[in-house]
């Protein structure tokens, strides 16, 4: 069965300091992978995705990059962190041709404080 | 420009009642649409789906209705269980192989014994 590990489960950086939180999948091949956050009182806003090694797509303007340097691997990076990068961060994971009875698979966050 | 809202932050009704949890979206092209389940310090999982060709899909307890002239959907949960107490998110998804799906804000849902 698949499996999703993401970590750490929680963390608390400075302003100013880098960031990196990881994520694997173990199972399956060629997973489409997704960093979302949640900010406090808010939905989940989809950050990054990528369907394959190298590709990742930004969905919104902001501090952080994207790496994947592995088909199962999934980084989430910042080079100075800002107090407005506090969150929930989550790692999901989906098949590559996903659909309605193909859904997205979280981890189970990390919470970030920026203090 | 928020294309799936949930304008309900909060619900709370009896154990054995019914719960439903209503979400609105603007984009026609959305192909499907799933809810998510959320507990504090976990990550959301999969609870149902509906693809856009339907308009009732109904899984135990749980029903999603489908209006998609309104751009609406809806969970039903019959009969409501403490256990069912969490957060609940609606997301819509698109054609071709990207798979993100957008959320909305969530609906905290407190079920009382």
């Known amino acids: 069965s698949q499996t999703i590990h993401q970590w750490p489960a929680t963390l608390v950086q400075p302003v100013g300091s880098p960031l990196s939180l990881e994520c694997t999948v173990e199972g399956t091949s060629n997973p489409n992978l997704y960093w979302y956050r949640q900010a406090a009182g808010r939905g989940l806003q989809l950050l990054f995705y990528?369907?394959?090694?190298?590709?990742i797509s930004s969905e919104v303007p902001q501090n952080l990059s994207a790496s994947r340097p592995q088909d199962r691997q999934f980084i989430l990076s910042s080079k100075k962190l800002l107090l407005s990068d506090s969150g929930f961060y989550l790692c999901a994971w989906s098949v590559p041709l996903s659909s309605y009875n193909s859904p997205l698979h979280f981890g189970n966050g990390t919470r970030l404080t920026v203090t | 420009d928020q294309q799936v809202k949930q304008n309900s932050p909060s619900l709370s009704v009896q154990e054995g009642r019914i719960s439903i949890l209503n979400c609105d979206y603007t984009n026609s092209m959305f192909d499907y649409f799933l809810w998510y389940k959320k507990y504090p310090a976990e990550g959301p999982t999969f609870l149902i789906s509906?693809?856009?060709?339907?308009d009732k899909n109904e899984d135990g307890r749980f029903t999603v209705f489908l209006n998609k002239s309104a751009k609406h959907l809806s969970l039903h949960i019959v009969p409501s269980q403490p256990g069912d107490s969490a957060v609940y998110f609606c997301?819509?998804?698109?054609?071709?192989?990207?798979?993100?799906?957008?959320f909305g804000q969530g609906t905290t849902l407190q079920v009382k014994p």
């Open positions: 997301a819509a998804g698109g054609a071709g192989n990207t798979g993100k799906l957008i």
């Open positions: 990528s369907v394959g090694i190298g590709q």
């Open positions: 509906i693809s856009s060709i339907k």
